[in-house]
Nanobody, 126 residues
């Protein structure tokens, strides 16, 4: 069983920076993609922030606007999110996630994120 644990959340002022990290417990076999998602206050759904694939390609949500950078940690299994120029609207609970490549009847298949952390709170004050 794989568990993810986020760290690095906290409270900063507008314009500040935070780095979110994620560690895994248990073996993450055959990583396909890892990413960060967030849940805004009062919202039930989570929204994608940034995704990184095992080949290093990245995707960012439009609201990131060049302010965040996602990378993989030294184990190449979990994501790190460097957040700069933070805004009050970035206030949210941030979750790390990892998705692996499944082999179904010999065919590599990807179904999205398989493992999720419990989240870390980021609060940006104006």
């Amino acid at each position: 069983q794989v568990h993810l644990l986020e760290s690095g959340g906290g409270s900063v002022q507008t314009g500040g920076s935070l780095t979110l990290s994620c560690v895994h417990f248990g073996y993450v076999y055959n990583l396909h993609s890892a990413g960060w998602f967030r849940q805004l206050p009062g919202k039930e759904e989570r929204e994608g922030v940034a995704i990184i694939n095992q080949d290093g390609t990245t995707t960012y949500a439009d609201f990131v606007q060049g302010r965040f950078t996602i990378s993989l940690d030294n184990s190449k299994k979990t994501p790190i999110l460097q957040m700069n120029s933070l805004k009050p609207e970035d206030t949210a609970k941030y979750y790390c996630a990892a998705g692996v490549c499944h082999i179904d009847y010999g065919v590599p298949s990807y179904y999205g994120m398989d493992y999720w952390g419990k989240g870390t709170l980021v609060t940006i004050s104006s």
